[in-house]
């Protein structure tokens, strides 16, 4: 099973940026499809961002379209996702997955446990 490490949260002003990685323990290539969700305190998750492994495809909520980009590096097997103009809707603990779910239109949050995941507060 693929181990996954995230990084990069913490707490920030409306209108901030902040840049989430998430380093996989094994080659990345092996997963077609890696991303992001988030689960909101009360345990709602949302489907972030996605991106397709072994290619360039990505998919995002529409919540974040416009405001994230997520991206990957093959050689390091790392993906990140970059938030701008963050809001204080963008609160939540952000997790890292490599789930098929994540690579629909709109990207869908897998079930199950993902690890602790890295908590973003966005305040107004």
């Known amino acids: 099973q693929v181990q996954l490490v995230e990084s990069g949260g913490g707490s920030v002003q409306a209108g901030g940026s902040l840049r989430l990685s998430c380093t996989a323990s094994?080659?990345?290539?092996?997963?077609?499809?890696m991303g992001w969700f988030r689960q909101y305190a009360g345990n709602r998750r949302e489907g972030v961002a996605a991106?397709?492994?072994?290619?360039?495809?990505?998919a995002y909520a529409d919540s974040v379209k416009g405001r994230f980009t997520i991206s990957q590096d093959k050689a390091t097997n790392t993906v990140y996702l970059q938030m701008n103009s963050l809001n204080p809707e963008d609160t939540a603990t952000y997790y890292c997955?490599?789930?098929?779910?994540?690579?629909?239109?709109?990207?869908?949050?897998?079930?199950?446990?993902w690890g602790q995941g890295t908590e973003v507060t966005v305040s107004s």
């Open positions: 997955a490599a789930h098929f779910l994540l690579c629909s239109y709109p990207p869908k949050a897998p079930g199950g446990d």
């Open positions: 991106i397709f492994t072994g290619g360039t495809a990505t």
């Open positions: 094994e080659d990345t290539f092996s997963y077609n499809c």
